[in-house]
C-alpha cells in the first residue's frame, strides 16, 4: 500500500490510542504530534516529532491527513480550517467543532476537495456513521436515537443498582475516570446535544444548531425516581434522538423513562445502545464501548485506514464527495413534541390533593393514565402521575399552574416516558 | 449519477422487495428478471422483461450488475459463474453458493476485475458485512457469533415462552411464513453453517469448507430442557460462531445455553444477533431482523447502490479488490474446542445412580459442576448435569461411556453452555 504521511493535534486518551493502533499499520507514517504541555509523562512515545506549536504540523506540507483528537471547540476549530484551506483531509473525534461548525466545514472540504471523516465522533468504537452511510444506502431513515453518553448512563446506572445519590454517583464517575473534573458537557445533555445533530446530518442531510436542540440534563434526577421508574417497569436513561417529520425535523435530548423490555433499558454502564429505524430495514440496533481509549481510537484509525486505501484513486474526490448540506437544518418546535410524562410532585398530605391535580391536568388538556400517592414519613407525601401521550408545552402549562396552589411543596421530577413512536405533533 | 444497468435472478420474497426498493432509485435501470414459473401471480410488476431463460439476463451484453436472489447451489452457481466470467459484477443473497464455492469465486472475480458483494447473505438486514469491512478496518477480529437464523430462533422462543414442542413450534412458524416446507436447512444448522463459513471470510481472510463446521441443530431439544435452562438462568439459542485460535480458526453451530444476563440472550422472535470481538473496539454488538422482504432487500439495494456509486471510477478494480483468499481456511479439530456443559440424562430412578454418573464423568476427566435429579413420576427419573468447561470430546466419551450402563434409559440432552470465551484447547 501507497505510504500516506498524517499528523496529530492531540495526545491524550484518544491520541494514545491512536498512536498504538497506528503502529500495526506501517503504510500510515505518523510525522507531526502536537500537545498542549511538551512536559507532560506519557505511556506511549509516538516515535516521530513532538511539539507544543500545532501550527508545525497543520503547516507541514508532506501531512496529507490531519487526525484532530484535542478536543473543545477552540483553538481545534482553527486549526481544521487552516488544514483543509491547505488541502489536507481530515479525521476529527470533535464532536462540539462539527455540531457548532458542521455545514461550513463541509462547504469549505467540498470546494477544497478533501474528504472529513468523523466515525470517532459520536458512540466511541461502535461503526454507527460507517452503517448509516454504507451499510443502510436503500434506507429512508425515519429516526436515530439512543444512549450516546456513556458518562451519564453510568452515573444512572450506578444510581439504579446501588441506590445512590446524583452526586455520589457522579464522584465515582470521576475517580474512575468516567467523567471529567467539569462535568458539565456530559451532565447537563450538551455533549449528547452534539451528536445528535451530527446524526441529524448524516439521516436527513444537515447539521442542527446546538442551541436548536430541546435539552435537558440528569443533575435533577433523584434516586426517588429511579425507584418509581422500577416500580413501574422503567429504567432512566439519556436518550438522544432526531426524528423526521412531516416537513422538518424533531430533536431532542433528555431522560426518560425507558420499558425495561426495550433492549436501550439493558444497555448499562458506560456502553452507548443505538437504535436506527430505516423504511426498508426496520430496527436495527448497535451496542458497544461509547468512549475509552482503544475503541474510539480505533474508529479514528479505521477513517484513516479507510481514506488511505482511497487517497490514491484518481478520483478520489468525487467518490468521496460528502452530501452533508451547507445550511442549518430547520426543526419542530419543541412544544409540539408528543409523549405520555412521568411526573413527580411532592405535595402536602392532606385529602383532596389528588383531586386537584387532576382537575388542573384537565383543565389543561392532558390525559393522565395513573396517579399514585406515595406517603413519606414527616416530608408531606410523592404524587407520581403517569399521562396518556401528549404536548410537552401542554405539560408544561399543567406544571406551571401547579406552581401557584399551595398544596405544591416541589415540583418534583417531570419525565418523558420513551417510545420509539413518539413524534411531533402532524408529524 | 450514472445510469446503471442491472438484470436479477429470482423473484420470490427478496427479488420482490429489490423491485420496490430499486423504484426509488431512477440510475439503476432493471432491465432483466428471470423466474422459475412466469405463470406465478406476483405482488410486484418488475416493470422490465420478465423471461424463464435466466441465460437471457447472464448473456444481456448491457447488464453490468447481475442481483442473484434465486437461491440454492444450482443452478445459481455456474449463472454467477458465467456473468462474472462476461465481466459483470454480482450482487448476491446466497451463502450456500458462498461457502461452497467462495474460494474459486473470488478468484475468479479477481481475475476479471470485477466485484462480488453480498451483504444480504448473513443476519439479512443487518449490515454486518459492511461493518466489519470499512467500520472495524483498525481491528484484529477475534471472534464474530450469534445468533444468525431467524426460523430457529423463532421455534427456540416459542418453545420457551409457549411450553410447545418442537413439532407444534415449526409447523406454527411455517404457518406464519418463518420456515419452509422442507425446513432442513435451518433446523439442523446448515444454513448457520453457511453464514458461519462467510464470517471466517470476512474476519479471517478465508472460507471453511462447510462440511468442516462442527455442527448440531435444534431438532433434539425438548421443551423440558428449555425449562431446566431457565431454572438455571439461561435461555437456549441456536449459536453460530466463528473464534480465531492460535493458529487457525475453530467454528461451530450448535445450541448453547446463554446465560440470561447476557444480551444474546434477549434476542427473540425472528430477529438476529451478532457480537463482533475486536481487539481495539472490544464486544459490539448489532441486531436486528435477520430475514424478510424489505429488511434482506435493504441490504441487496444498499449493495447495489454502493457498487452503483464506485463503478464510474477508473481505479474501480483496485479499489474493490477483495482481500478473501483463494483457499479454504483450516479449522481446530471439533474436539479440542472447550466449553461448560449441559447434560440431561433420562435414568432409572433407584438409589446409586447419582454417585455412578459422577464416577463416569471423573474417570473421562470431567469436572462437575452441579448435578440435579428431577424425579419424573412413573418415568424414571432426570439428571440434570452442569460441567466446568471441558473439551468436547471428554464429554463424548463420558456420554459413550455411559450407554454400557443399564441404569441409563436415554441419553437425553447434552448442550454447551454460551461464553465469549469459550475456545479451543491452546488456542
Known amino acids: 500500500m501507497a505510504r500516506v504521511v498524517v499528523g496529530m493535534l492531540g495526545l491524550g486518551t484518544v491520541g494514545t490510542g491512536v498512536v498504538k493502533l497506528l503502529s500495526n499499520h506501517k503504510h500510515l ?184 436542540i430541546f435539552r435537558r440534563g440528569i443533575t435533577h434526577i433523584n434516586s426517588v425516581d429511579l425507584e418509581h421508574a422500577r416500580e413501574f417497569g422503567y429504567r432512566i436513561k439519556l436518550i438522544g434522538r432526531a426524528d423526521r417529520q412531516k416537513d422538518n425535523v424533531a430533536v431532542r435530548v433528555e431522560p426518560c423513562l425507558v420499558p425495561i423490555s426495550h433492549p436501550l433499558a439493558s444497555v448499562s454502564g458506560s456502553n452507548n445502545g443505538i437504535v436506527v429505524n430505516g423504511h426498508a430495514v426496520g430496527e436495527l440496533m448497535m451496542v458497544g464501548p461509547g468512549a475509552g481509549e482503544l475503541p474510539t481510537a480505533s474508529a479514528v484509525v479505521g477513517d484513516v485506514i479507510n481514506l488511505a486505501t482511497a487517497l490514491r484513486l484518481q478520483d478520489f474526490a468525487s467518490y468521496f464527495h460528502s452530501a452533508i448540506g451547507a445550511k442549518w437544518q430547520e426543526v419542530t418546535s419543541a412544544d409540539q413534541w408528543i409523549s405520555p410524562y412521568y411526573l413527580r410532585l411532592e405535595v402536602e398530605d392532606h385529602p383532596g390533593v389528588i383531586g386537584k391535580i387532576g382537575s388542573i391536568f384537565g383543565a389543561n388538556q392532558v390525559s393522565i393514565q395513573s396517579i399514585i400517592q406515595r406517603g413519606v414519613a414527616d416530608q408531606g407525601a410523592s404524587v407520581v402521575v403517569i399521562t396518556q401521550p401528549v404536548e410537552t408545552g401542554r405539560i408544561e402549562s399543567a406544571i406551571a399552574a401547579m406552581k401557584s396552589e399551595d398544596f405544591l411543596k416541589n415540583t418534583g421530577t417531570c419525565l418523558a416516558i420513551f417510545s420509539n413512536k413518539n413524534g411531533a405533533k402532524g408529524g
Open 29 to 212: 507514517t505518523l510525522k507531526r504530534v502536537a500537545v498542549r504541555d511538551l512536559g507532560k509523562e506519557r505511556t506511549v512515545d509516538p516515535g516521530c516529532h513532538v511539539t507544543d506549536n500545532p501550527e508545525e504540523v497543520v503547516n507541514d506540507p508532506e501531512i496529507e491527513v490531519l487526525i484532530e483528537v484535542m478536543g473543545g471547540e477552540k483553538p481545534a476549530l482553527d486549526l481544521i480550517v487552516k488544514a483543509i484551506e491547505s488541502r489536507k483531509h481530515v479525521v476529527t473525534a470533535n464532536k462540539e467543532v462539527l455540531a457548532k461548525h458542521g455545514p461550513d466545514l463541509f462547504k469549505l472540504a467540498r470546494e477544497k476537495e478533501v474528504a472529513i471523516f468523523f466515525e470517532a465522533s459520536v458512540a466511541g468504537g461502535v461503526p454507527l456513521i460507517s452503517t448509516i452511510q454504507k451499510g443502510l444506502e436503500a434506507n429512508q431513515i425515519a429516526s436515530i436515537l439512543g444512549i450516546l453518553n456513556g458518562t451519564t448512563n453510568f452515573i444512572l446506572s450506578q444510581m439504579e443498582e446501588k441506590g445512590e445519590s446524583f452526586e455520589a454517583a457522579l464522584a465515582k464517575a470521576q475517580a474512575l475516570g468516567f467523567a471529567e473534573a467539569d462535568p458539565t458537557s456530559d451532565v447537563e445533555g450538551f455533549d449528547v446535544a452534539y451528536k445528535v445533530s451530527i446524526l441529524a446530518a448524516l439521516a436527513f442531510g444537515n447539521f442542527v444548531k446546538p442551541d436548536n
